[in-house]
């Protein structure tokens, strides 16, 4: 085993291309170059980030190596996020990692998307204890982890239906908000009152979320009070994003205080995009406090996609030895 361990790590499964440089397991560069071209469509366009995923993928490894200031030819390893992810996007930094990993004869290693998302809180200190729960919540998904090491983790629960970034999201467009909403109605949320409008909780048994429903509550409430009142919705703005961030940050808490108690696990982690909110960032923290759980969210560079969480879940794929060979494909859906 080289002493210490280099590893490089490419994310490109969504609309982030992303490079990263770690060194035993710390990171030393975290470049993300963010994909613009597709907020006037008002979604992710998926040919669209394949095209600007090749355009980024070789200024932003090499951004990457410059910053750790590290040469390509000191890696020991190139890591690649594999799977979940949009198929086009998933291949350009698959191909890239298999041409550097073939080209510096060093091994190749597959990482999973969302097991990466929960050990983004590896990165840095604190660090939780083993084992922990994980939310993670992002525009793609919405999931609670157990993780008992760092290769040894399993579902406890995830969405039927949106994520919970995507509820955000659905939800500002029906307000006339432009893409992507959930930072928008966090910003209306500050100045509103969440007690005003009450929409449904819905009931899922077990550990699993949906949104659907409140997405369609919300629908009809301001279908609803637009006949009466056209201006409904200007008028009433900052109130109507607090009520419907507080529902969203009920549904997902409540499943984690039961996750919580079920598993007897007090060290909790958030991560995802939708990490960002504000709201939800204050009531995990009060939960937290509440229920005596140690809490832990990554830096936010660490909460979006990033290749950070691809290096250090790299870093514990190669201490195990755990190598892909060069036939390996990328899969927009792969089991966990
Ligand atoms: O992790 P991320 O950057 O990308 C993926 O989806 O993988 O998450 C983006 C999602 C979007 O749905 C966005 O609206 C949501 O996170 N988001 C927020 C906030 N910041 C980002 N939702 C609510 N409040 C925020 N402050
Ligand atoms: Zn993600």
């Known amino acids: 085993m080289p002493n210490p ?27 993300i170059a963010t994909q613009d071209v597709h907020r006037k469509y008002g979604g992710v366009v998926p ?14 490894v090499q951004a990457a190596l410059d910053e750790a200031n590290c040469p390509l030819a000191s890696m020991h390893a190139v890591a690649f996020t594999q799977a979940p992810g949009l198929i086009g996007s998933l291949l350009v930094g698959a191909g ?8 510096l004869d060093i091994p190749l290693i597959a990482v999973h998307h969302m097991q990466a998302h929960v050990l983004a809180n590896l990165i840095g200190d604190p660090r939780p204890a083993f084992p922990f729960l994980c939310l993670t919540v992002s525009g793609g998904h919405t999931q609670i982890v157990q993780c008992n090491s760092p290769l040894d983790m399993h579902v406890l629960g995830e969405t039927l239906d949106d994520a919970a970034g995507e509820a955000f999201d659905k939800s500002a467009k ?16 500050r100045n509103g009152n969440p007690a005003r409008f009450e929409f449904p909780e819905p009931q899922i048994p077990g550990l699993d979320f949906s949104f659907s429903g409140v997405k369609t509550s919300i ?16 008028e009433n703005l900052d109130d109507i994003c607090a009520s419907i961030q507080h529902r969203i940050v009920t549904i997902l808490l409540h499943k984690l205080k039961k996750a919580s108690l079920q598993t007897g696990i007090r060290e909790i982690c958030l991560s995802g995009g939708v990490a960002a909110n504000s709201g939800l960032r204050l009531a995990f923290d009060e939960l937290g406090k509440k229920m005596h759980w140690n809490t832990y969210i990554p830096a ?33 859906r792969a089991a966990w």
Do not use: W
């Not at 890239?96 to 080209?103: G, P």
């Not at 029906?174 to 949320?189: E, K, M, R, S």
């Not at 629908?219 to 009070?225: K, V």
């Open 5 to 31: 361990v280099y590893i490089l790590a490419i994310e490109s499964s969504c609309d982030e291309t992303s490079a990263s440089v770690c060194v035993d397991g710390r990171i030393l560069s975290n470049v």
């Open 47 to 60: 040919e669209l980030a394949s095209r600007a995923h090749m355009e980024h993928i070789v200024p932003v």
């Open 96 to 103: 890239f990692a298999k041409s550097i990993a073939l080209s």
């Open 174 to 189: 029906l307000l006339g908000l432009p893409y992507p909403g959930g930072p928008l109605i966090d910003q209306h949320a």
């Open 219 to 234: 629908l009809y409430f301001l279908q609803d009070q637009q006949k009466r009142n056209p201006l409904f919705v200007n």
């Open 300 to 332: 936010m560079q660490y909460c979006t996609d990033n290749a950070g969480m691809i290096a250090i879940t790299g870093y514990y794929k190669y201490l195990a030895g755990d190598f892909s060979s060069l036939e390996t494909s990328a899969s927009a």
